[in-house]
């Protein structure tokens, strides 16, 4: 057993590392325009950032997927079968990103029309967002290799390569706009070398490490394991779209409720991200360890590590949950200085301390279903659960206001949870 808990800690810390810096690279671009004397670059890059945020998004299947088959050929011990998802994913983000690339126009247009804003900021949307379109086939290329060394028990690597994307960001953005004087266009220059560079130190590393050899054209081919591929990132992309949806209702709802309300449901929905970094860190020792032994059939192992995964779990839900109840209101004044808006956050503030507790098991089983490759399993848990968000929005929004849309996202929270532990006994089929 300590085995098992020096190795789920060897990959959820640099995770959970790696998830708390991700966000600096987009916060960083918003501190450095935040200091160029106009309030319209700190609009452009808050919308530019968004589309893109949104755009990646729909492709973390690239990095789930190539995850949970990558834990599976490599606890196996097939070495061809690990190159091979590296190489479809990879044809996958070259597929994807040309798309991207080629049909940013529409893509751009179909964005902007989500946003309300006027035509000199629309203009600097337009450059960041065309300079930075370029990235990628970086951004999603590293999706894969992250996920691909997570697969084999290595999430340093990744964590390392989130740093130096984050400090070359930093160090490039300043550089171009502060010394070249190049703005909204520094900015987005310095956010593609960056993006690039993590790019190829991945590369390089994945080759140092691993050295993966490009399987012959047959395998890459291969009709059934391709069915599989597909099959499995489908229902992780479907999955995401349903993330998406109950996430911008959320925002949406809130909106619909004057700006103080929304500006509570934006921070208090802060803690339920930071809760979310850390519990994605054990999420990802679970796919990698339990892809890992269910590559080798070895279901006492598997068993173990899903019993060790949710003890560590419920330890983050007390910590979690104690640090919200005692000082959840001090972590609100940090947030905002606006004394309205965290006088209203108290009436709602119970539903966040909740957020551990009705959470945890959404995460952790999530974790151990990418690693088993159940994402049919993960599709339905996730399709009630959002079935439940928005009928519990439809039933109790009317009655108790926003109180009702904190029922609902709970509610949620917690059906996927529930579906996936009905469906713990698949893991091994």
């Given at each position: 057993m300590?085995?098992?808990?020096?190795?789920i800690?060897?990959i959820?810390v640099p995770?959970?590392i790696?998830?708390?810096?991700?966000?600096l690279?987009?916060?960083?671009d918003?501190?450095?325009?935040?200091?160029?004397?106009s309030a319209d670059?700190?609009?452009?890059?808050?919308?530019g950032?968004?589309?893109?945020?949104?755009?990646?998004?729909?492709?973390?299947?690239?990095?789930?997927g190539?995850?949970?088959?990558?834990?599976?050929a490599?606890?196996?011990?097939?070495?061809?079968?690990?190159?091979?998802v590296l190489?479809r994913?990879l044809?996958?983000?070259?597929v994807?990103?040309?798309?991207?690339i080629v049909?940013?126009g529409p893509i751009?247009?179909?964005?902007?029309k989500?946003?309300e804003?006027?035509?000199?900021?629309l203009?600097?949307v337009?450059?960041?967002f065309t300079i930075?379109?370029?990235?990628a086939p970086a951004?999603?290329?590293t999706?894969?290799i992250s996920?691909w060394?997570l697969?084999?028990k290595?999430a340093k690597?990744?964590?390392?390569?989130?740093?130096?994307?984050?400090?070359?960001n930093i160090?490039i953005?300043?550089?171009l706009?502060?010394?070249?004087g190049m703005?909204i266009?520094?900015?987005a220059?310095?956010?593609?070398?960056?993006q690039w560079?993590g790019?190829i130190?991945a590369l390089?590393?994945?080759?140092?490490?691993?050295h993966?050899?490009f399987?012959?054209?047959s395998?890459?081919?291969?009709?059934h394991e391709?069915?599989?591929f597909?099959?499995?990132n489908?229902n992780?992309?479907i999955r995401?779209?349903c993330l998406?949806a109950?996430?911008v209702?959320?925002?949406?709802?809130?909106?619909?409720q004057?700006t103080?309300i929304l500006?509570?449901?934006?921070?208090?929905?802060?803690f339920f991200t930071?809760?979310?970094y850390?519990?994605?860190?054990f999420a990802?020792a679970?796919e990698?360890?339990?892809?890992?032994?269910?590559?080798?059939k070895?279901a006492?192992?598997l068993?173990?590590?899903?019993?060790?995964l949710f003890?560590?779990?419920?330890?983050?839900v007390v910590?979690?949950?104690?640090?919200?109840?005692?000082?959840?209101e001090?972590i609100?004044t940090?947030l905002?200085?606006?004394?309205?808006?965290?006088?209203?956050?108290?009436e709602?503030f119970?539903w966040?301390?909740?957020i551990?507790?009705v959470g945890f098991?959404?995460f952790?089983?999530d974790?151990?279903?990418?690693g088993?490759?159940?994402t049919?399993?993960m599709?339905?848990?996730?399709?009630?659960?959002t079935?439940?968000?928005f009928v519990?929005?439809?039933f109790l929004?009317p009655?108790?206001g926003n109180?009702g849309?904190?029922?609902a996202?709970?509610s949620?929270l917690?059906v996927?949870?529930?579906?996936?532990t009905l469906?713990r006994?698949?893991l091994?089929?």
């Amino acid at each position: 057993m300590k085995q098992i808990n020096r190795e789920i800690l060897s990959i959820a810390v640099p995770s959970i590392i790696t998830n708390i810096t991700t966000p600096l690279l987009a916060l960083m671009d918003v501190v450095i325009v935040g200091h160029m004397g106009s309030a319209d670059y700190i609009a452009a890059i808050a919308v530019g950032g968004t589309i893109f945020n949104m755009l990646y998004w729909l492709f973390a299947f690239l990095r789930m997927g190539s995850s949970g088959l990558t834990a599976q050929a490599h606890g196996s011990g097939n070495r061809t079968e690990v190159d091979l998802v590296l190489v479809r994913g990879l044809l996958v983000v070259a597929v994807a990103s040309i798309s991207m690339i080629v049909c940013q126009g529409p893509i751009f247009r179909l964005a902007t029309k989500l946003f309300e804003i006027d035509a000199n900021i629309l203009l600097m949307v337009r450059e960041y967002f065309t300079i930075l379109v370029w990235g990628a086939p970086a951004s999603l290329g590293t999706f894969v290799i992250s996920g691909w060394f997570l697969g084999q028990k290595n999430a340093k690597t990744p964590m390392q390569v989130s740093l130096i994307i984050n400090i070359s960001n930093i160090v490039i953005s300043l550089v171009l706009v502060f010394i070249f004087g190049m703005k909204i266009k520094g900015v987005a220059l310095g956010t593609l070398c960056a993006q690039w560079l993590g790019f190829i130190v991945a590369l390089i590393a994945g080759t140092a490490k691993s050295h993966p050899q490009f399987p012959k054209i047959s395998a890459i081919i291969d009709a059934h394991e391709l069915k599989r591929f597909f099959s499995i990132n489908i229902n992780i992309f479907i999955r995401t779209i349903c993330l998406i949806a109950v996430t911008v209702w959320f925002t949406r709802i809130g909106s619909t409720q004057g700006t103080e309300i929304l500006a509570v449901n934006t921070l208090l929905m802060q803690f339920f991200t930071l809760f979310s970094y850390f519990m994605d860190g054990f999420a990802f020792a679970g796919e990698s360890l339990c892809g890992n032994y269910i590559g080798k059939k070895d279901a006492e192992g598997l068993h173990l590590t899903i019993n060790a995964l949710f003890r560590w779990s419920l330890l983050v839900v007390v910590i979690f949950t104690i640090i919200y109840a005692v000082a959840g209101e001090g972590i609100m004044t940090l947030l905002s200085d606006d004394a309205g808006v965290i006088l209203s956050s108290k009436e709602f503030f119970a539903w966040v301390i909740a957020i551990p507790a009705v959470g945890f098991a959404a995460f952790t089983w999530d974790g151990v279903f990418i690693g088993a490759t159940r994402t049919r399993e993960m599709l339905i848990s996730i399709a009630v659960a959002t079935a439940v968000y928005f009928v519990t929005y439809h039933f109790l929004f009317p009655i108790l206001g926003n109180h009702g849309l904190w029922i609902a996202f709970l509610s949620y929270l917690l059906v996927r949870g529930l579906v996936l532990t009905l469906f713990r006994h698949s893991l091994l089929k």
